[in-house]
């Protein structure tokens, strides 16, 4: 099974549909919730379009909060 990671400010907004898919797809996901210092420091420079939601799937990104839920979507069924 991939391993999943979910990157996001400690609010709803753009990744909660994701979280909500990972949830009743019962997935297993690491729920990584991101303050603004950590985005500065940490996770900016690597993020795909230095935006987030990011979804980590097995060390691969994938940006942008509508493609990661319809990626979730067809994988989950």
């Given at each position: 099974?991939?391993?999943?990671?979910?990157?996001?400010?400690?609010?709803?907004?753009?990744?909660?549909?994701?979280?909500?898919?990972?949830?009743?797809?019962?997935?297993?996901?690491?729920?990584?919730?991101?303050?603004?210092?950590?985005?500065?420091?940490?996770?900016?420079?690597?993020?795909?379009?230095?935006?987030?939601?990011?979804?980590?799937?097995?060390?691969?990104?994938?940006?942008?909060?509508?493609?990661?839920?319809?990626y979730?979507?067809?994988?989950?069924?």
């Amino acid at each position: 099974m991939p391993s999943y990671q979910l990157i996001y400010w400690d609010a709803r907004a753009l990744a909660e549909v994701s979280r909500q898919l990972f949830v009743l797809s019962e997935t297993p996901f690491e729920d990584i919730r991101i303050t603004r210092d950590q985005w500065l420091k940490k996770y900016k420079e690597d993020s795909p379009l230095g935006k987030i939601p990011i979804l980590i799937i097995d060390g691969k990104k994938l940006a942008q909060s509508h493609a990661i839920a319809r990626y979730l979507a067809r994988k989950f069924g």
